[in-house]
């Protein structure tokens, strides 16, 4: 466990939410582990892959991952550097509430049916916002418990998120692209590099990613990216540094992409994490 830093931010009768940093040690599948309680985890820095019998699931800032209570899973981190995530536990019973009934399983314990669901950007802003409102103690008890419904309510709403739908041949073939993305975020990728990676023709990679995720590659990739500059706007002063860092050409491009995506720009976003 000596891999693992918790940081509990919030714990009320209804919502309990953790920040957990990994720092990647096991590279490898690791040991059999459970939960005692439904976790939803929300990845936002870094990368890991969780193993669920012979399902695999690449875990990064565009998914939601679903722990269920006493399901035998096990973790590995191909990529170097640890992943970051965002624990929450919601109440048994708001959370059955919260939840469509077709994401369950049939049964009196509350069970996910899949593994993980994209998020879209709004929920990535929501994830950001609760962290760094909780870590700088700037949100009040009901305000946090209240972004934290509204997070989980978003992350499961049918026309919010996104249950990829296609063999499993072909989401390993996505997964694997994933993981080439996020072994260099800042890194501009072509085409024809991704597929090499993957072992694909870059045709067959652009169809069978549209399927799985519902969105281009280059989107996807992009989305990644300004999640990160979301985990980063607290520790960043100067923000043409953070967009070149993450790849973008300019300040300009990197402010109206974020705009785009969040529907406010970086210096936007950064005040309202700020102290009051």
């Not at 669920?52 to 550097?81: C, K, M, T, W």
Request: glycine content about 6%.
């Amino acid at each position: 466990m000596s891999q693992f830093t918790v940081q509990m931010l919030l714990d009320t009768g209804t919502v309990r939410v953790r920040d957990v940093v990994c720092s990647g040690e096991c590279r490898h599948k690791s040991e059999e582990e459970c939960t005692a309680a439904a976790h939803l985890v929300f990845p936002y820095r870094g990368v890991f892959v969780r193993h669920l019998g012979r399902n695999d699931a690449v875990a990064e800032a565009n998914q939601l991952l679903f722990f269920n209570e006493a399901e035998p899973y096990r973790i590995s981190h191909p990529v170097e550097g640890g992943d970051s995530c965002l624990d929450l536990v919601i109440e048994e019973a708001q959370l059955q509430e919260l939840t469509p009934k077709e994401q369950l399983r049939s049964g009196s314990a509350l069970s996910f049916r899949r593994q993980r669901r994209r998020i879209d950007p709004r929920a990535q802003a929501l994830v950001a916002v609760l962290r760094h409102s909780l870590s700088r103690n700037i949100a009040e008890t009901l305000e946090a418990e209240t972004l934290a419904l509204t997070l989980v309510r978003r992350s499961l709403g049918e026309r919010t998120s996104h249950a990829a739908g296609a063999s499993a041949g072909r989401q390993k073939l996505v997964d694997r692209a994933k993981l080439v993305l996020s072994s260099d975020l800042s890194r501009r990728w072509t085409l024809a590099e991704i597929a090499a990676e993957v072992g694909v023709s870059p045709v067959y990679l652009t169809q069978v990613f549209q399927q799985v995720e519902a969105m281009p590659l280059y989107r996807y990739h992009l989305r990644l990216r300004l999640a990160r500059a979301l985990d980063l706007l607290g520790r960043y002063d100067n923000l043409t540094t953070l967009g070149l860092d993450l790849g973008f050409s300019s300040h300009s491009h990197f402010s109206a992409a974020f705009r785009q995506v969040y529907g406010r720009t970086p210096a936007e976003f950064q005040r309202s994490i700020k102290p009051r």
